[in-house]
């Protein structure tokens, strides 16, 4: 499975932005995206990736960091093997590469080390 992460930018503080992350291919066993859970992490400089949000493979039951709760909405279309973050109310404290992953379950977990497949990250950045 590969992931395409897109839709980065350069945003004032209060503002919005909306990633995407597009997969492509399939796993070993022949799984594809629509059946794998997936997450948003990010990484701020000097700090290590931490978990943003993530979604089990039906698109049901997101969760999300107490940091990015009521903010920030993921979502999925599985008939355009994509999945979302919708960011609003940016704060300067949200700047960060954004990571798109996936895991071979169905469902979500907020631990780096459980996704096998990773997107190339997208750089937000929010202006105070």
């Known amino acids: 499975v590969q992931l395409q992460a897109s839709g980065g930018g350069l945003v004032q503080a209060g503002g919005s932005l909306r990633l995407s992350c597009t997969a492509s291919?399939?796993?070993?066993?022949?799984?594809?995206?629509?059946?794998?859970?997936a997450a948003w992490f990010r990484q701020a400089p000097g700090k290590e990736r931490e978990f943003a949000a993530s979604?089990?493979?039906?698109?049901?039951?997101?969760d999300y960091a107490d940091s990015v709760k009521g903010r920030f909405t993921i979502s999925r279309d599985n008939t355009e093997n994509t999945i979302y973050l919708q960011m609003s109310s940016l704060k300067p404290e949200d700047t960060a590469v954004y990571y798109c992953?996936?895991?071979?379950?169905?469902?979500?977990?907020?631990?780096?080390?459980?996704?096998?497949?990773w997107g190339q990250g997208t750089q937000v950045t929010v202006s105070s």
């Open positions: 992953a996936a895991r071979r379950d169905y469902y979500l977990n907020s631990a780096a080390a459980e996704y096998n497949y």
């Open positions: 291919g399939r796993t070993a066993s022949g799984r594809t995206f629509s059946s794998l859970a």
């Open positions: 979604i089990n493979w039906s698109g049901g039951n997101p």
